[in-house]
């Protein structure tokens, strides 16, 4: 029997960061039992990449890399078609947060297009959002 459980972000966090070392071996103990897979909610990779580079500072290189490792762990279940469209987005357009590549990622997989915006820069560089004039 595999056991489904929840994973938030603070969770997330200390395993990429170490920060709190005691911590991050609890959560390796956790992701390391057997028959156990982790959910992982979109807003807590969302929270996961707001923190990482706008309270941090860290390179979208690194979130991208710390989050592609995260989707790509097996006993992990989140939304990986989502965010396998978001992360080539997010390192392209520079000028565009996590936040507005999850949105236009949001409604290119689910065929509603245009995303309507006030954002010019979303809309000129996503492809998919169409500023409202």
Not at 47 to 59: D, N, Q
Not at 76 to 105: H, M, Q, W
Not at 109 to 122: G, K
Request: hydrophobic residues 45%; contains cysteine; proline residues 3%.
């Amino acid at each position: 029997m595999v056991y489904r459980e929840s994973l938030d972000a603070n969770v997330l966090l200390r395993l990429v960061l170490n920060d709190v070392p005691i911590q991050t071996e609890k959560v390796i103990k956790l992701l390391e039992r057997k028959n156990a897979s982790y959910d992982v909610s979109d807003l807590a990779i969302h929270e996961l990449a707001y923190v990482l580079e706008m309270a941090l500072g860290l390179s979208r290189d690194f979130v991208a890399q710390t989050i592609d490792i995260i989707i790509s762990t097996h006993n992990i279940n989140c939304n990986r078609t989502l965010f396998g469209e978001v992360l080539p987005a997010y390192l392209k357009y520079p000028k565009l947060s996590f936040n507005d590549c999850c949105l236009a990622g949001y409604a290119k997989l689910n065929q509603t297009e245009p995303l309507w915006t006030f954002d010019h820069t979303l809309a000129v560089q996503s492809g998919i959002a169409k500023e409202i004039k």
